[in-house]
């Protein structure tokens, strides 16, 4: 049974910076690729970037202020985000998913198969 769990979030002013982590557990790391997605209040939930297992990554279009990566030793992906902005605020989901390219969580025709139970980012203006 594959488990996500989130952590970094919090409060941030404008301009400041983040770091998110989610670590997997219950299988193999290195089997998985990782995802990070957000979902605003009143908004639907929408893909922020992607890795393979061998570290390609994959964002969406809004998001060269993310930079995702993963440290298959530590079981651990991260997604650094700097230049925040009050728009960024949502809770941001960690997901994986063994089977399918990333590509098609940033095209929204497929989701991961396993979520996290989400970390809250808050920015303040």
């Known amino acids: 049974q594959v488990q996500l769990v989130e952590s970094g979030g919090g409060l941030v002013q404008a301009g400041g910076s983040l770091r998110l982590s989610c670590t997997l557990s219950?299988?193999?790391?290195?089997?998985?690729?990782m995802a990070w997605f957000r979902q605003a209040p009143g908004k639907e939930r929408e893909f922020v970037a992607a890795i393979t297992w061998s570290g390609v990554t994959t964002y969406s279009t809004d998001s060269n202020k993310f930079t995702i990566s993963r440290d298959n030793a530590k079981n651990t992906m991260y997604l650094q985000m700097d230049s925040l902005k009050p728009e960024d605020t949502a809770v941001y989901y960690c997901?994986?998913?063994?089977?399918?390219?990333?590509?098609?969580?940033?095209?929204?025709?497929?989701?991961?198969?396993?979520w996290g139970q989400g970390t809250q980012v808050t920015v303040s203006s």
């Open positions: 219950g299988r193999p790391f290195s089997n998985y690729a």
């Open positions: 997901a994986a998913d063994a089977a399918k390219d990333p590509i098609y969580f940033k095209l929204g025709v497929s989701a991961p198969d396993y």
